[in-house]
């Protein structure tokens, strides 16, 4: 039993990890509902091409609820931005990457501008963001004249296009074969180097065989999206869309969880007296989470208008709800503190199944409506549940494995930290 905590984590059980349980529960059940049909390669594919742009919302949304806010904003600043990098391309005749840097760049306006009200001003970023959506939703009717404008083909591969294949035809995109070798390579090397950093630092190395299952399980995963987006139909591979969200995942999974800047995050959300007193800058936070998820929610906004080809002016409808239902399903604190991005990512993903899975069995909109939202309100009870008992959140005995490898290094040969965000020990983590 002892070896079995040790493939989940010291001091977490199965039950901690519900979100991956109930993912693969879904996966199951729906398997056997609709015949196979939620795992056909291209059910599998059209999936990430329609839900990309929430989970890429639910990347910024889980670092804004950790540092305590919430950003209903971000729907209408996806659609600011989507009119705006059409508008560019169909009327101002600027070229597919020149158009994209603009959108960059609307979107980090916009966040200053949030997150100047919300940190320096110190209005609630409920309010500020609820604004900005009636202000952003209202300013991207006026630039579109209420209608849809086009994009070129070029610029629409962001959102519709897939990797290019390459070699002879086997029935299979060797592209996405090739990129699912390297990542299994990759894996391996990093459980390896991870071995490698416990033996040299002597702190406590895992029996072999927890290595090779855990190691495993992720190997075998890949191994089955590579099949899933290497047998679609013809013409199809890894969505470029679906890169894009692997980039961003990997970075901002770095930064939450391996910089100092992602420590003051949690710092703030967990106690922003005691952060502030510690050192913590908790206006530069807040400036910077704001306005990182207005960069977010313009990539988002352009993923969406290459995906649908056009900028309509009911772009982001209900985004914002989806992204924050994503972040708490996947076990972020209403109260701010906690949350990581693998998550998020595994709540998206747990809603976006559910909703095609629901779609593929014939039920009707409005009824997939309802149920997603029991889902949620079941989810976050669970979390509080759990909290109320003395037991830790689901994501808060992750947090606490993350914080157990920090402690590990540090006592080897490290300066002791100097303020709370330094320390994820002493955050305040349910």
Known sequence: ?????????????????????????????????????????????????????????????????????????VGSVAAFTGIIVAQSMSVWHFPAWLAIILGLVVGGLVGAWQGFWVAFVRVPAFIVTL??????????????????????????????????????????????????????????????????????????????????????????????????????????????VAIILGVLTIVYGFVTKNTIFGRQVYAVGGNSNAAVLSGVSAKKVNFFVMMNMSVLAAVAGMVFVGYAGASGPADGTGWELDAIAAVFVGGAAVAGGVGTISGSIIGGLVMALLSNGLQLMGIESNRVQIIRGLVLLIAVAFDVYSKSQGRPSLIGGMMRQFQRKDTEANTVGAEQPRSIADQPDKVNLP
């Open 131 to 240: 604004a900005g959506q009636l202000i952003f939703r209202g300013a991207n009717q006026i630039i579109g004249n209420s209608t849809s404008l086009p994009v070129p083909n070029d610029y629409s591969q962001i959102g519709s296009g897939f990797i290019p294949d390459f070699g002879p035809d086997f029935g299979f995109s060797n592209g996405t074969l090739v990129l699912g070798l390297v990542t299994v390579v990759v894996l391996v090397i990093l459980e390896i180097r991870d071995r490698q950093r416990r033996r040299k630092m002597q702190a406590e190395l895992p029996p072999l065989w927890v290595a090779f299952v855990r190691t495993g399980v992720l190997v075998v995963v890949t191994l089955v999206a590579t099949y899933l987006f290497a047998t679609g139909r013809p013409g199809t591979s890894v969505p470029i």
């Open 1 to 73: 039993m002892n070896n079995l905590k040790l493939l989940f984590g010291k001091g977490n059980s199965i039950g901690q990890y519900g979100m991956v349980i109930a993912l693969i529960a879904i996966l199951i059940f729906f398997s056997i509902t609709t015949n196979g049909l939620i795992l056909q390669p291209t059910n599998v594919i059209n999936l990430f091409l329609q839900y990309s742009y929430i989970l890429i919302l639910a990347l910024g949304m889980v670092m804004v609820i950790i540092a305590g806010h919430i950003d209903l904003s």
